[in-house]
C-alpha cells in the first residue's frame, strides 16, 4: 500500500475527536446567539479517485473536506446554516445565521430535538486495509476494472468509468444531549457506457459497487463487468416491442425505481401527516402482494447505508416496512415523531448541508419462490423484461410512465431481441397487488439496496 | 461578496514555469426557505468555499481541492494535484497533450442581480413563501397540501491559469416553487409550477407573478383529479416551449456534448449531414439570448473561456459540437466555453448552459388547426437521453387535439423517441420564444444549472399511455 498523495494517514478516532470538538464549539456559539436548542452534525471525507474516459484513465483526484450543519430552535422556530470553514470566526458566524434565521421563522411546537438514546456498540465500519489504499492504488485498480471491461469485446465502448476509496467521519452533539460519532471507509466503482457496431449504436447502461471488505472487491469487480458488458453488448440490433397489456418482468434496479421507491416514499409520517400519501390510513392493511417483505436493515454490512445512528444520533435498527404485503410501520424521523408524541424510528437522513430529511437506510426485500432468473423468464413465457427505467414515478398518486431500458423481449422464457422505444407505464400502488412472483435469488443494486427481481401483471406496454 | 481572490491565486501560480496549473476559487452561499401546510421545513443559509486545483504534468491530469483559501495551503494542493497526476502517468494509455493556445477571460464579470437580491430581508421572502403557500392550500377544498419553496444561490469564481486566464465572476440564481396536492375519492394529483433566473426579484417574475403561478399549479391539481389517461402510440404532438427546451437538452445537447461524441454518441461522424428537419436551428449558448435571464447564464467557463454562442444545427444541418478545451484541441476546433464545475472540489466537464431551438413564424393557433389527430403537451418532468439518441421525458399536462381542435385536459405522459428522427418530422416552428427550463438542474455524475426552451415546435413522438 502506498501513502494517500493527501499525505495524510485516515486517522478515525483522531478525525471523530476533531469533529465532537467543532460540533461542540458550534452549538456554545448557538447558545450564544439566542438559541433555546441547537444540534450540530459534522462530516469529514478524505477521498482519493481515479477517472476514467473513452476506456483511458483521465484524472487522479485527491480530496479532503470538512463540513458542518447546525440546527437551531428558539421559542420553537426553525433555523439552520452550514459551513465548511472551521476557523472560530467562521463558526461563530454560521451560528449568528441560524439563529438570526429561526428569529424571524414561524413557531412550530414540533420543533424540539430528540433525547439521546442508547445506541448499539459500532461493528466498526472501517477495514485499514482500505483505508490505508492510496492514490497510486486507486488508479491501478481501477486501471485493472477498465481493462477487464475493454478486453471482453472490442464493440464495448466505456464512456466514464471511475475507482475511489472514500475514508469519512460524522458526529453529532446536540444540547438534548447526545453526542455520538463513527466512521467508515469503503471502496466503490462504476463504469458507465454502450457497445458500437458500426452503425449501431446500443443504448447505454452503467454498473457498479461500493464495498467495505477489501476481500470482496475483486469478486465485485467480475460481477460487475458481467453484468455491464452482457447489459450493453446485449442493446445492439434493437428492434420495436409489441403493444400489449400485462405481465412484465422487472430487474432489481427497475422494480425498485417503478414500485418500492413510491412505496417508501408514501410510508414517510410527514408524508402521511401532510395528506400527501397514498398509505394515509392503511397502517395494518394489505398494500402488496404476501409474497413482499420490505425491511429497512442498517445492520447489513454489505449496504452502504448500514450504521449505528441516524442524522439526529437516533438509534437504526433493523426495522420492517411491510411484512407480507401488509403495511407494518411508518417512517418517523425526530420532526415527524414529535407531531404525533412519539419516539423516532431512526430515520433522519441526510448530510451536513441540510435539516435532517426523512427516508430509509438500508433495504433489503426478502427473496420469493419464483427462483432463478431462468426460471422467472420462463413464468413470464413471453413479453417485456426490463433492466433499467427512465422515466417518471408520481409519489403522491403512483402513476409511473417512462422507457424500458435495456430491455429485452421474451418468447418461450428465451431472450429473442433487443427493445427500442418501448414505453411502459402504469400505477405502482395498484399493480403492488398484482406482483405474480419475486425471484429467490436477490442483487445488491449498487451497494446500497437488496432485492429481487419481479414480475409484475397489468403493465401497460407501448411500443414505438 | 466581492471577495475577488484572484491576486491571491496569481501569487501562487507565479513560482511555476513548467507544468499547467489551473486554480479555481469558488464560493457558494445559498439562502432557502421551504413551507408545507403552514410549516416552516427549510429556512437555510449555507456558505462553502475552497479551491480546485487542475494540474497537467508528463501528459497527465491531477486534480486536488482545499477548503483553506490561504497561499500556502493551495500551494500544498497543487502538489497534492502533481502526485496524483504523476500516480497516473504509469497508467495512462495516450499521454495528453499540452492544450494549445486560446484566447482567455481576464477581468471582472458580473451577472445583474446579485447585488440587488443580497440586500433583499430574507424574512421577505420567507412572508411570501408563508402567504403563497397558504393561498395555494385554501384556492380548494380538494387541496390536501401545498408546499412553497424559494432559494437564491450566490457565486462567486476566480479562475486562473498559467497560460493567462485570471477572471473573476459573480452571479446569483434564485428559484420559486408551488407545489399542490388535490384529492379526492381516494384519488391524489399534483400541480407544480417552477421558475428560476440568473438574475434579480423582478426578471424571476417577468413572465407570471408568483400569485399566477400558485394559482395555475392548484388548478392543475384539481383539474387533474379524474382526468384520463391518453392512448399509447406514436402520435403528432404540439411541445410546448418548456418540453421544446426538454427536448433540445435530453434529445440533442447530450448526445453532442464532445466527450459523449468521442465514446461513440449517436452524433459521431453526423458533422455536415442533415439530422433535423430544414426548419430545425439549435443552439447553446452561454448568454441568455432573446432577453434577459436565462438560468444557465454563464459568461466566463470553469476553465477561463468566455462563453460563446455555439450553433449546433443550422437549419437541419448537424454544425458544431459542445467543447471544453482537451476536445477542442482533439477536433481542432475553438473550444466553445462549456467546461463547468458544480463545486470547488469537483474537475469541470462539458456540460450546456442555455440550450434552445429559434423561433420560427408559425402561431400556436395556426399550429392546432394543422393537426387532425394528436396531442397538445406541456408542463415539464424530468427527462433522460441514450447514447442511441433515445429521448424520454415526462410531461404534466396533456390536451387532445381532434380535426384541429384543443380537447380535454388528460394526465401528462411520459414521452419518447429517436432524437435526430423525431426533428425530422418538425413541419411547424412557433414565432414565439420563451425560456422555461430555468429552475431544472441537469445530471452527469456532478449537476449543473441550465436552462433552455424555444417556441412551440410541432412533431412526431411516441406517446407513453395507458393501453386498454
Given at each position: 500500500m502506498s501513502a494517500p498523495a493527501t499525505e495524510t494517514i485516515f486517522e478515525p478516532a483522531l478525525e471523530e475527536k476533531r469533529l465532537l470538538e467543532r460540533c461542540e464549539r458550534l452549538i456554545e456559539h448557538a447558545r450564544k446567539a439566542g438559541a433555546d436548542e441547537a444540534e450540530a452534525f459534522g462530516v469529514f471525507g478524505q477521498v482519493s479517485r481515479a477517472d476514467f474516459e473513452h476506456g483511458d484513465l483521465k484524472l487522479g483526484q485527491v480530496d479532503d473536506g470538512t463540513s458542518i450543519g447546525l440546527r437551531v430552535f428558539r421559542d420553537r422556530k426553525l433555523g439552520f446554516s452550514s459551513t465548511n470553514q472551521t476557523d472560530d470566526g467562521s463558526l461563530e458566524q454560521t451560528a449568528k445565521d441560524a439563529a438570526t434565521l429561526a428569529s424571524f421563522s414561524v413557531a412550530d411546537e414540533a420543533n424540539r430535538l430528540p433525547a439521546v438514546r442508547e445506541l448499539e456498540e459500532s461493528p466498526g465500519y472501517v477495514q485499514p486495509a482500505v483505508s490505508a489504499l492510496g492514490i497510486d492504488d486507486v488508479v491501478a485498480r481501477g486501471s485493472e476494472f477498465v481493462h477487464k471491461v475493454a478486453e471482453r469485446d472490442a464493440r464495448i465502448s466505456i464512456d466514464k468509468a471511475d475507482m475511489s476509496v472514500s475514508c469519512s467521519s460524522l458526529a453529532v452533539t446536540s444540547t438534548a444531549g447526545v453526542r455520538t460519532s463513527d466512521s467508515d471507509a469503503a471502496v466503490s466503482f462504476s463504469v458507465f457506457g454502450m457497445a458500437v457496431d458500426g452503425e449501431d449504436v446500443g443504448g447505454f447502461d452503467y454498473w457498479g459497487d461500493t464495498v467495505r471488505d477489501l476481500g470482496r472487491l475483486d469478486a465485485s469487480i467480475d460481477e460487475s463487468v458481467d453484468r455491464f458488458c452482457d447489459a450493453v453488448l446485449g442493446n445492439l440490433g434493437a428492434a420495436a416491442a409489441e403493444t400489449y397489456t400485462g405481465p412484465v418482468l422487472f430487474a432489481p434496479a427497475a422494480w425498485l425505481s417503478i414500485f418500492v421507491s413510491p412505496l417508501l416514499g408514501a410510508a414517510s409520517a410527514i408524508a402521511v401527516q401532510r395528506g400527501r400519501s397514498a398509505l394515509v390510513g392503511k397502517l395494518g392493511e394489505v398494500v402488496a402482494v404476501p409474497a413482499l417483505t420490505i425491511v429497512d436493515d442498517?445492520?447489513?454490512?454489505?449496504?452502504?447505508?448500514?450504521?449505528?445512528?441516524?442524522?439526529?444520533g437516533q438509534p437504526m435498527v433493523r426495522f420492517p416496512v411491510v411484512e407480507d404485503g401488509v403495511l407494518r410501520s411508518f417512517l418517523y424521523n425526530g420532526y415527524a415523531a414529535q407531531v404525533e408524541g412519539r419516539e423516532s424510528t431512526g430515520h433522519a437522513t441526510g448530510g451536513a448541508r441540510s435539516v435532517p430529511g426523512l427516508g430509509t437506510h438500508a433495504i433489503s426485500i426478502a427473496g420469493g419462490a419464483g427462483g432463478t432468473r431462468a426460471e422467472m423468464l420462463g413464468a413470464l413465457g413471453r413479453g417485456l423484461f426490463v433492466q433499467r427505467f427512465s422515466g417518471t414515478v408520481d409519489a403522491a398518486s403512483g402513476d409511473f410512465s417512462g422507457v424500458a431500458k435495456s430491455a429485452r423481449w421474451i418468447e418461450n422464457g428465451e431472450v429473442v431481441r433487443s427493445l427500442k422505444e418501448t414505453l411502459i407505464s402504469g400505477n405502482a400502488f395498484e399493480l403492488l397487488k398484482q406482483v405474480g412472483a419475486l425471484s429467490t435469488e436477490t442483487e445488491n443494486v449498487f451497494g446500497s439496496t437488496r432485492s429481487p427481481s419481479a414480475i409484475v401483471d397489468g403493465v401497460s406496454v407501448t411500443a414505438g | 461578496m466581492n471577495s475577488d481572490p484572484t491576486d491571491l491565486l496569481q501569487e501562487v501560480l507565479s513560482g511555476i514555469d513548467e507544468d499547467f496549473v489551473e486554480l479555481r476559487f469558488h464560493k457558494k452561499r445559498t439562502r432557502s426557505l421551504s413551507v408545507e401546510k403552514g410549516r416552516v421545513d427549510q429556512a437555510k443559509i449555507s456558505e462553502h468555499t475552497g479551491v480546485g486545483v487542475r494540474v497537467l504534468t508528463g501528459g497527465s491530469w491531477g486534480f486536488a481541492s482545499t477548503d483553506r483559501v490561504d497561499a500556502e495551503t493551495i500551494k500544498r494542493s497543487v502538489e497534492g494535484a502533481r502526485r496524483a497526476a504523476r500516480a497516473s502517468a504509469a497508467q495512462k494509455r495516450d499521454k495528453a497533450a499540452p492544450l494549445p493556445a486560446t484566447e482567455l477571460a481576464r477581468g471582472r464579470f458580473e451577472a445583474p442581480g446579485t447585488s440587488e437580491l443580497a440586500g433583499r430581508p430574507i424574512e421577505e421572502s420567507l412572508g411570501m413563501v408563508l402567504r403563497l403557500e397558504e393561498q395555494a392550500r385554501n384556492s380548494s377544498s380538494a387541496i390536501q397540501s401545498a408546499g412553497c419553496s424559494y432559494t437564491e444561490v450566490f457565486e462567486e469564481k476566480g479562475i486562473v491559469t498559467t497560460d493567462g486566464a485570471k477572471a473573476w465572476t459573480q452571479l446569483v440564481r434564485p428559484e420559486f416553487r408551488i407545489m399542490a396536492v388535490a384529492q379526492r375519492d381516494g384519488e391524489i394529483q399534483r400541480g407544480s409550477e417552477a421558475v428560476g433566473v440568473t438574475g434579480g426579484w423582478d426578471c424571476l417574475f417577468r413572465n407570471a407573478t408568483a400569485e399566477a403561478l400558485t394559482d395555475k399549479a392548484a388548478k392543475l391539481a384539481v383539474d387533474l383529479l379524474g382526468a384520463g389517461y391518453p392512448d399509447g402510440g406514436r402520435k403528432r404532438v404540439l411541445l410546448s416551449p418548456s418540453l421544446v427546451g426538454l427536448l433540445t437538452h435530453e434529445a440533442v445537447g447530450h448526445t453532442v456534448e464532445a466527450d459523449f461524441v468521442m465514446s461513440g454518441s449517436v452524433a459521431a461522424g453526423k458533422l455536415g449531414t442533415r439530422v433535423a428537419s430544414d426548419l430545425v436551428t439549435l443552439c447553446d449558448s452561454g448568454a441568455s439570448e432573446y432577453y434577459d435571464g436565462a438560468g444557465g447564464t454563464l459568461l466566463v467557463d470553469d476553465e477561463g473561456v468566455a462563453t460563446q454562442n455555439t450553433t449546433i444545427i443550422r437549419n437541419g444541418v448537424l454544425e458544431n459540437y459542445l467543447h471544453d478545451r482537451a476536445s477542442a484541441a482533439h477536433f481542432e476546433v475553438a473550444p466553445t466555453g462549456n467546461a463547468r464545475a458544480w463545486e470547488y472540489d469537483d474537475e469541470p466537464l462539458i456540460r450546456m448552459r442555455n440550450t434552445y431551438i429559434a423561433p420560427g413564424d408559425a402561431t400556436l393557433e395556426e399550429m392546432i388547426a394543422d393537426i387532425e389527430d394528436g396531442f397538445l403537451l406541456d408542463g415539464p418532468a424530468n427527462g433522460q437521453a441514450d447514447s442511441n439518441g433515445e429521448f424520454m421525458f415526462g410531461t404534466r399536462e396533456a390536451y387532445r387535439i381532434v380535426n384541429g381542435k384543443k380537447g380535454e385536459l388528460m394526465r401528462g405522459v411520459n414521452i419518447s423517441g429517436a432524437a435526430f428522427d423525431v426533428l425530422k418530422t418538425v413541419d411547424r416552428v412557433g414565432a414565439d420564444f420563451v425560456w422555461d427550463l430555468g429552475s431544472g438542474h441537469c445530471g452527469k455524475g456532478q449537476p449543473a444549472k441550465v436552462d433552455a426552451g424555444g417556441p412551440w415546435l410541432s412533431c412526431e413522438v411516441i406517446v407513453g399511455g395507458r393501453n386498454g
Open positions: 442498517p445492520t447489513d454490512l454489505e449496504l452502504t447505508g448500514a450504521g449505528t445512528f441516524d442524522r439526529e | -
